[in-house]
């Protein structure tokens, strides 16, 4: 149930990412709120990349799923 209401979250992001030449994978939701994605493409390795992951991704997910606690890549 949390696994689906993360993915809805980040389908909604995802086309943002996409425009700029990246992507995210869901890769688990942990029961302790701990969400790790995985950046791609552009995303991956870009300088901005733990700003996009902290002031949109997680800041999305938290306003959307009270239960998010923290975002982390772990790609």
């Known amino acids: 149930m949390l696994k689906e209401k993360v993915e ?19 890769v688990d939701v942990g029961e302790d709120g701990v969400v790790k994605v995985k950046l791609q493409g552009a995303c991956h390795g870009c300088p901005g990349a733990a700003m996009t992951l902290k002031m949109g991704v997680e800041r999305m997910l938290k306003a959307n799923v009270p239960e998010v606690k923290s975002v982390e890549n772990v790609g």
Not at 8 to 23: C, F, M, S
């Open 8 to 26: 809805k979250v980040i389908d909604q992001i995802r086309p943002n990412l996409q425009a700029d030449g990246g992507d995210i994978q869901l």
